[in-house]
Structures are given as structure tokens and as C-alpha cells.
């Protein structure tokens, strides 16, 4: 079975910068898309970024500019850059790996327990 284990969040000052990291542990052979999105208090869940196999990126518009999104594939493992953070970016943001590829056939749609990244103003 597979996981995700997210790592990095934290508290930052407005401005600030973090790093999530996001392994996924398990009999893999390829994960097709892997993604993060977030859920703030009181809100629906969002997509932040997604990043496919070939390295294709997808951003909300509200973070365009100041996120990157990353993949090592051989380490099944994938990143965000969060740069330039903004109170209204705080919320528990969540690992996605979607179409993972094993020995068992194909995973779809897989979470992380999340993490949480609060920006103080």
C-alpha cells in the first residue's frame, strides 16, 4: 500500500519562505501526477499545484509567481517551494499523488495526513 508523508510546514512571517516535501513510500514503478493542494479553515479544499510525470505544471492563479512545484521521480518524491507567503496562504496543505503505477495495478487519487503552514502579518 501506498503513502504519502508531507514534511516542512510551519509558522513563517508574512514574506517568508517554506519548503514541503511530500515521499511517497511503497511498491511503485511510477506515479503519473503528483500535487499539493490546501484547505483552509472554513473553506473547500483547493488545488495549489500539480506537477505530471513529463514535468508539466499547473498553478492556481493565487500562487503563480511565488510557488514552484518540483518532482524527483526517482525518489517518487515531490516539493513546493512556497516564496514571498501571505497570511491568506495559511491552511493545511496536502499531498496528492494520482495514477500510481505498482506491481498491484494502479492507485488512484492518494493523500498525505497533511501539514500545516501558518503566515503571521
Known amino acids: 500500500q501506498v503513502q504519502l508523508v508531507e514534511s516542512g510546514g510551519g509558522l513563517v512571517q508574512a514574506g517568508g519562505s517554506l519548503r514541503l516535501s511530500c515521499a511517497a513510500s511503497?511498491?511503485?514503478?511510477?506515479?503519473?501526477?503528483m500535487g499539493w493542494y490546501r484547505q483552509a479553515p472554513g473553506k473547500q479544499r483547493e488545488l495549489v499545484a500539480v506537477?505530471?510525470?513529463?514535468?508539466?505544471?499547473n498553478y492556481a492563479d493565487s500562487v503563480k509567481g511565488r510557488f514552484t512545484i518540483s518532482r524527483d521521480n526517482a525518489k517518487n518524491t515531490v516539493y513546493l517551494q512556497m516564496n514571498s507567503l501571505k497570511p491568506e496562504d495559511t491552511a493545511v496543505y496536502y499531498c496528492n499523488a494520482d495514477r500510481i503505477h505498482g506491481p498491484h495495478g494502479v492507485s488512484y487519487n492518494t493523500w498525505g495526513q497533511g501539514t500545516q503552514v501558518t503566515v503571521s502579518s
Open positions: 511503497g511498491s511503485i514503478f511510477r506515479i503519473n501526477e
Open positions: 506537477i505530471t510525470l513529463g514535468g508539466y505544471t
